[in-house]
């Protein structure tokens, strides 16, 4: 099983980058999928989640600006995110999630700059 992000890096405030996950190991069109992130100094929080039918759920903080999308044929999961401001630096995972199933990929960095 194995997830990997990719497409973080450094972008200015306002700015815009999309994260990929692909997936590889599993079923992935049975798993709900998330993207959390976690800034320095503080926990885990959740960004973004879509159930296998497709419902979204955003954090409160990045409603509007971010949107979270999965292609099944690539099993590939994505995060595109607009309008950055600095307080989105963090390190951002991805996760799927069946039951008592509940994979992590690696992380991947997102430094926003103002």
């Known amino acids: 099983v194995q997830l990997q992000a990719s497409g973080g890096g450094l972008v200015q405030a306002g700015g815009c980058l999309r994260l990929s996950c692909a997936a590889s190991g599993f079923r992935f069109s049975i798993y709900a999928l998330g993207w959390y992130r976690q800034a320095p100094g503080k926990q885990r929080e959740l960004v973004a989640v879509?159930?296998?039918?497709?419902?979204?759920n955003y954090a409160d903080s990045v409603k509007g600006r971010f949107t979270i999308s999965r292609d099944n044929a690539k099993d590939t999961v994505y995060l595109q995110m607009n309008s950055l401001k600095p307080e989105d630096t963090a390190v951002y995972y991805c996760n799927a999630a069946y039951g008592a199933a509940n994979y992590w990929g690696q992380g991947t960095l997102v430094t926003v700059s103002s």
């Open positions: 879509m159930s296998i039918g497709g419902t979204t």
